[in-house]
């Protein structure tokens, strides 16, 4: 097969670091303005089934909660799972 690295290879435009650091400020900027607009009561559920769904963040911390466990439980699964780095070269 051939090779398609290029020596001048500079990188795409996500690469760039201006994009990076504009994309990371929109992207907390708007975290937190819908975390306040979530305190101030602008998605307000008028008719919640627990009452903890009348918090204005309770579901931006339950997925944060859920994907934070999420992920934890990744880490002790490849214990489990995981094979050694050397696993296929063995068979040769």
Request: no cysteine.
């Amino acid at each position: 097969m051939a090779d398609h690295k290029h020596s001048d290879d500079k990188g795409g435009w996500a690469d760039n670091p201006t994009f990076i650091r504009i994309f990371l400020g929109v992207l907390v900027v708007s975290s937190i303005g819908a975390a306040l607009a979530g305190f101030v009561g602008a998605w307000h559920n008028p008719h919640p089934h627990f009452e903890v769904e009348s918090w204005g963040v309770f579901f931006a911390v339950w997925g944060f909660a859920a994907f934070f466990f999420i992920v934890m439980a990744g880490q002790h699964l490849r214990k489990l799972v995981g094979r050694k780095e050397g696993y296929y070269d063995e068979r040769e």
